[in-house]
């Protein structure tokens, strides 16, 4: 089983700054693809960005140039950090682990991140 653990959401104002992180521990397979999804109330869950265990990094439009993802393999650990968060940010974001050989992915809990004044 594999389990994955995210911290970091909060409150932030926008045009704010957030850092999310996600570590995965048990039976982790390499190569595989960890990213970030977050899924706003009334709407479906959607992409915000990967990276695979090469560094190959992929964003949704609405990511590009304000989030950064990046990974530390040895921890298994992805980060995400978003600057410039907007209210149409607010969502739960949930972290992502995906085994490119078997197909098998795993997703965290959540970790709310709201973007209000």
């Known amino acids: 089983q594999v389990q994955l653990v995210e911290s970091g959401g909060g409150l932030v104002q926008p045009g704010g700054s957030l850092s999310l992180s996600c570590a995965a521990s048990?039976?982790?397979?390499?190569?595989?693809?960890m990213g970030w999804y977050r899924q706003a109330p009334g709407k479906q869950r959607e992409l915000v960005a990967t990276?695979?265990?090469?560094?190959?990094?992929n964003y949704a439009d609405s990511a590009k140039g304000r989030f950064t993802i990046s990974r530390d393999n040895a921890k298994n650990t992805v980060y995400l950090q978003m600057n410039s968060l907007k209210p149409e940010d607010t969502a739960v974001h949930y972290c992502?682990?995906?085994?490119?050989?078997?197909?098998?992915?795993?997703w965290g809990q959540g970790t709310q991140v709201t973007v209000s004044s």
């Open positions: 992502n682990i995906r085994f490119i050989q078997t197909m098998n992915a795993y």
């Open positions: 048990g039976r982790i397979f390499s190569p595989n693809t």
């Open positions: 990276i695979t265990t090469g560094g190959y990094t």
